[in-house]
Structure formats: C-alpha cells, structure tokens
C-alpha cells in the first residue's frame, strides 16, 4: 500500500552532517506520520525523529539540538538533517510512514533501511 524509496546515508566524520531523505507513494487519505528509527548492532530500535502532515514534531532526546526533521507534504517526504554527528549515532536508519490508506486501513510501513558511520 505505501512504498518508501530511502537515500541519504554514508560515511561522515565525527562533528560533520548528513542528511536523509526519505519518499512515500501509495493510495493514502487523511494525515500521517513520518519519521527515522535507528538501529545499532546489538541494540534494539529506537525512535530518532517523527513529524506529522500537520507539522507536529517529536526528537528524541539524544538528538535535540542537533537533528532536524522536516517534510514536504506534496512530495509525502521526509528529510533529516542530522549535525554534530558522534560516533555513537552509527547505526541502521530506517524511514517509517504511519497513516491510513484510501480503505481506512491502518498503514505502519518501514524502509530498507541505510546505513550511517561516524567514524574518523
């Protein structure tokens, strides 16, 4: 119902910046929810940013300050700008859309996933 097309991630030294973006296509109604999890090798998933259709933001605190999420509703995309990066934010970035499609079915799709290194 809903495809992701994610691009953006690399290699970055400590205290540099990328930025990820990520698309969504699909037969969609009403607002959404867009948003980056990330996953480090032996830890679990966690929340990095979501923002909704309507503009609503929520960061997680390990971010605040220094990642920007931001999106473009015609487009029905997401980017992330993520600045001052650390080491410790190594991991697997994956986009993920929350809504509802034109069946008012409840929609939670995920990205492939892209990869992000901080290391000098």
């Known amino acids: 119902q809903v495809y992701l097309v994610e691009s953006g991630g690399g290699l970055v030294e400590p205290g540099g910046s990328l930025r990820l973006s990520c698309s969504a296509s699909g037969n969609v109604a009403g607002v959404w929810t867009m948003g980056w999890y990330r996953q480090a090798p032996g830890k679990e998933r966690e929340l990095v940013a979501t923002i909704t259709s309507g503009g609503l933001t929520n960061y997680a605190d390990f971010v605040k300050g220094r990642f920007t999420i931001s999106k473009d509703n015609a487009k029905m995309a997401e980017v992330l700008e993520m600045n001052l990066l650390k080491p410790e934010d190594t991991a697997l970035y994956y986009c993920?859309?929350?809504?509802?499609?034109?069946?008012?079915?409840?929609?939670?799709?995920w990205g492939p996933g892209t990869q992000v290194t901080v290391s000098s």
């Open positions: 993920n859309f929350r809504g509802t499609s034109a069946w008012q079915m409840e929609i939670d799709a």
